[in-house]
């Protein structure tokens, strides 16, 4: 996969070497050193991380901005009047103890675009602009994708406000700590979009055993977050005999262990996941009196994901009873998205024109891309993942592949801004 012939006059050695740079030093802005990337939202190592983020574009020569997400854009004015921008980027929040690589090779591919704007002086027509968003994994705040929800409108101020963290801090209590400003403007028209492109790791191991450098995305699954709550009564673990407990940990796991077959049972590769658990009081020697865990349904095909939201609200109603109480509160919920038909095809003809082999690829992680794709044009590309591992620290792609992935869009970008 190393070896393909790439025409030079990108300066992609450069390139390459930019890249690895902006990777590892985004990669130090981690709460878990030694154990991957743990950058939650609003955190302090999501105040470095910005940072670095902004003055890159700043000596790119972008006009830097934040919303009252804290969502960060780096523009390149176009030069007709009030025109639609090009955005191109990801995010750059992490799961807890994930890897270097998941958001941030999009926003690294975004700044590279625009590094080569720069050098080639181009001139374009409409507005570029790398956007680097918040809390796409939802690791602090719940739900997910939430920079480009809120960009889009599709959460409301007031549902912003009343988010909390696992502490009980609120998103604007988080955003100010870190010295963000909330009364920022939030909702962006999306008549100010021209079109969304966004480089993501592909998170499993397609392209690495086809040895296939670059993917293109057809389509994004259906998925859904659904956080299920337990309420049982808490009591000594030593004095409270076995047939008199209302233990909302036990009623969770006979529950949880259940889920699997729910996935099994409506096939089409529908899967479903249980990652957060939160056990109340948390105590060796105390009954736990009430649990709250994730489920995590997608398929490619809405009507699974739909079936299985309802088979569990059924076990979960089930367990319901002899001083146990049960709810389900759904997080997230997105229907399976395309991607934009002309931009798949600029970028099967911009991945061509270098004689970079691609695929055609279904994407099985949710991304901002499918947020965006109802309000603008949408495309995105894959790049392989070592082992097909990702969400973890041994996450890890080739930096070849990234900066081929930033000639693709560059050359996209050129002709999308109308660039010369
Ligand atoms: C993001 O990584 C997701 O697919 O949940
Ligand atoms: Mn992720
Ligand atoms: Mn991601």
């Given at each position: ?5 790439i025409?030079?006059?990108y ?8 890249i ?5 030093t985004?990669?130090n ?20 991380a910005r940072?670095?983020?902004k ?9 830097v901005r934040?919303?009252?997400f ?7 004015e ?8 090009v955005l ?28 080569l ?7 374009p027509?409409y ?13 602090r ?13 599709m959460?409301?101020e007031d ?15 988080a955003?100010v ?59 000594h ?9 209302a ?9 949880i ?10 096939g ?9 658990l ?7 020697n105390?009954?736990p009196?009430?649990?709250v865990f994730?489920v ?22 089930f ?8 709810s ?5 919920y ?5 991607m934009?038909?002309?931009i ?12 970079v ?11 901002d ?7 603008t ?15 973890c ?7 070849r592949?990234?900066?081929?992935a930033v ?14």
């Amino acid at each position: 996969m190393n070896d393909i012939q790439i025409r030079s006059e990108y300066g992609l050695d450069e390139v390459q070497a930019r890249i690895e740079k902006h990777i590892d030093t985004l990669s130090n802005f981690t709460a878990t050193p030694g154990n991957g990337t743990t950058r939650l939202t609003y955190s302090k190592e999501d105040l470095q991380a910005r940072n670095y983020i902004k003055e890159k574009m700043k000596e790119i020569g972008l006009q830097v901005r934040e919303d009252g997400f804290g969502n960060i854009f780096g523009k390149l004015e176009g030069t007709l009047k009030d025109a639609p921008s090009v955005l191109i980027g990801s995010h750059f929040d992490s799961v807890p103890n994930g890897g270097s690589y998941d958001g941030p090779a999009g926003v690294v591919a975004g700044l590279e675009v625009a590094s080569l704007f720069a050098k080639n002086q181009l001139k374009p027509k409409y507005p570029l602009e790398i956007i680097a968003l918040i809390e796409e994994e939802g690791s602090r705040f719940g739900g997910g994708l939430m920079g480009s929800r809120g960009i889009v409108g599709m959460l409301s101020e007031d549902d912003f406000k009343s988010l909390k963290d696992k502490d009980g801090v609120t998103t604007e209590e988080a955003m100010v700590k870190i010295g963000l400003d909330p009364s920022l403007p939030k909702k962006r028209d999306s008549k100010t979009m021209k079109a969304f492109l966004e480089l993501h790791i592909e998170q499993g191991p397609i392209l690495e055993e086809k040895g296939i450098p670059i993917g293109i995305v057809e389509s994004i699954v259906s998925l859904t977050q659904l956080e299920v709550t337990v309420k049982g009564q808490a009591g000594h673990a030593g004095t409270t005999p076995m047939d008199r407990r209302a233990d909302a940990l036990v009623a969770a796991a006979k529950m949880i262990a259940q889920l699997p077959e729910l996935a099994e049972e409506e096939g089409n590769g529908t899967v479903i996941t249980t990652g957060q658990l939160n056990v109340f009081p948390n105590g060796s020697n105390v009954i736990p009196d009430k649990v709250v865990f994730s489920v995590d349904i997608r398929s490619g095909k809405e009507e699974n994901v739909l079936n299985v939201i309802e088979k569990v609200k059924e076990l979960v109603d089930f367990y319901s009873g002899n001083g146990i109480q049960t709810s389900v509160e759904q997080l997230l919920y997105v229907q399976p998205k395309m991607m934009n038909k002309d931009i798949l095809s600029l970028l099967k003809k911009k991945t061509s024109e270098f004689n970079v082999p691609y695929c055609s690829i279904n994407s099985g992680a949710g991304h901002d891309a499918m947020v965006f794709s109802d309000y603008t044009d949408v495309g995105m590309l894959f790049i392989p993942s070592k082992n097909g591992l990702s969400h973890c620290p041994e996450e890890w792609s080739d930096s070849r592949h990234l900066a081929m992935a930033v000639q693709i869009f560059y050359e996209a970008a050129k002709k999308l801004t109308e660039a010369e």
